[in-house]
Structure formats: structure tokens, C-alpha cells
């Protein structure tokens, strides 16, 4: 079975500048997260995807962060304009649908697309 | 407010021991809970999960105990593996709401061949 791909791995940009970043989940799974982890830090949630509906996306720097998921499938993060704190490695998970009659499932987590914004 | 803490930052442990890690938290909302393996340049791997249902799970090598009155879980590792040697993050969600995980800062494990 596929894991969760992510693109780029590594991207390296100036700030003020734009990026987005890339994310198929594993096959079949309807939750698709992404997170934030700061070095030293645990991953922090930035936003939750249940198919194509935000669930949670409290954490969300909505300013300058954005996400869509379009057709419930691959989704897209896009950082417009960057700043120096935004170094880090953004991370995509995958589970199956959560949801309160359902027993939790773990995350499947991607690569990973380290940032660094210079 | 971290909801979710791992107060060792590191841990070394001569092979074949046992390594415990532990993980505090505040919530006594969270309800399941689940511990992740992170190598360098990867992604956190999925290791194991206890509800709070249970009080221990146990899968091969590595067991999670709960206690749910001290608000306390920990990873036991036994015996410990030099490929073990990784970033241990453990991570909480509640019974309700959205369901998300809190991840805690972590805790490297490093076995000593």
C-alpha cells in the first residue's frame, strides 16, 4: 500500500515570497491533516480536512496560510507571504473517516516538506 | 498551555534494557492516545495506541501503560535496539469535538550499542 506522498521535500525561499505544498493521502482515507512542527517542537496542527469540508482549522494563520482539498482527494498549502518564523518542516497526515461511532484510527504521516525562508 | 508534555528531552540506554519514555497531560477530556517514531528527514511513524479504556496494550516489543487518575502514560521498549534510536513523540486526542491530536515536544531516544 502507498504512503502519503509530499512534494517538494526541501524548498528554500525569501520572505515575502509565495509557496505551496503538495499532499496525496493513502487511498480511501477521508482525514487529511496538516501540520506544522517547528524545530524542538512537536507537530501542530494547522488544519483538518474530513473529504473536501474543513473540520478544524482553528490553528490556521489565515492571513497568509491556505488550504483547499479539492474533490477530497489531493490537497494543497499554500504559505502567501512568507516570513523567517514559518521555518519548518510541514507535515501531511492521513487516517480513515473519524467519527464519534467509529473507533480512532491512527495518522499516516508524508516526508514532510522542509521550509526555509531566508 | 501544552496539553500534552514529554519533560525528558533525552534518553540514553545501553542495548538490550529496557527504555521507558514518558508523557504527561492536562486534559482530562483525551481519550485516546498514541506514540510515534521519528527518524531524521522522515515522517513520524505510527507505533502504537491505548484507549482510555485500557490501562496497557501491548504489541511485540513495546508496551503503553495508562494511568488515567496521575494523568500519565508511558512507552516501555524492552529489549531496546540500536535501530530504536529516534525522536518518541506521543500524542492525545479528546471524545469529542473534531477529534485532533495534541502532540507533545518529544523525547530522543538514543540505545547504545
Known amino acids: 500500500e502507498a504512503g502519503v506522498a509530499q512534494s517538494p521535500r526541501y524548498k528554500i525561499i525569501e520572505k515575502r515570497q509565495s509557496v505551496a505544498f503538495w499532499c496525496n493521502p493513502i487511498?480511501?482515507?477521508?482525514?487529511l491533516y496538516w501540520y506544522q512542527q517547528i524545530l524542538g517542537q512537536g507537530p501542530k496542527l494547522l488544519i483538518q480536512?474530513?473529504?473536501?469540508?474543513?473540520?478544524?482549522d482553528s490553528q490556521l494563520p489565515k492571513d497568509r496560510f491556505s488550504a483547499e482539498r479539492l474533490k477530497g482527494v489531493d490537497s494543497t498549502l499554500k504559505i502567501q507571504p512568507a516570513k523567517l518564523e514559518d521555518s519548518a518542516v510541514y507535515l501531511c497526515?492521513?487516517?480513515?473517516?473519524?467519527?464519534?461511532?467509529?473507533?480512532?484510527?491512527?495518522?499516516?504521516f508524508g516526508p514532510g516538506t522542509r521550509l526555509t525562508v531566508l | 498551555d501544552q496539553q500534552v508534555k514529554q519533560n525528558s528531552p533525552s534518553l540514553s540506554v545501553q542495548e538490550g534494557r529496557i527504555s521507558i519514555l514518558n508523557c504527561d497531560y492536562t486534559n482530562s477530556m483525551f481519550d485516546y492516545f498514541l506514540w510515534y517514531k521519528k527518524y531524521p528527514a522522515e515522517g513520524p511513524t505510527f507505533l502504537i495506541s491505548?484507549?482510555?479504556?485500557?490501562d496497557k496494550n501491548e504489541d511485540g516489543r513495546f508496551t503503553v501503560f495508562l494511568n488515567k487518575s496521575a494523568k500519565h502514560l508511558s512507552l516501555h521498549i524492552v529489549p531496546s535496539q540500536p535501530g530504536d534510536s529516534a525522536v518518541y513523540f506521543c500524542a492525545a486526542s479528546a471524545a469529542s469535538g473534531t477529534y485532533k491530536y495534541i502532540f507533545g515536544t518529544g523525547t530522543r531516544l538514543k540505545v547504545l550499542a
Open positions: 487511498s480511501g482515507h477521508a482525514t
Open positions: 497526515a492521513s487516517s480513515l473517516r473519524v467519527t464519534q461511532l467509529l473507533a480512532k484510527t491512527a495518522q499516516f
Open positions: 480536512f474530513q473529504n473536501n469540508g474543513v473540520v478544524d
Open positions: 491505548i484507549s482510555s479504556i485500557k
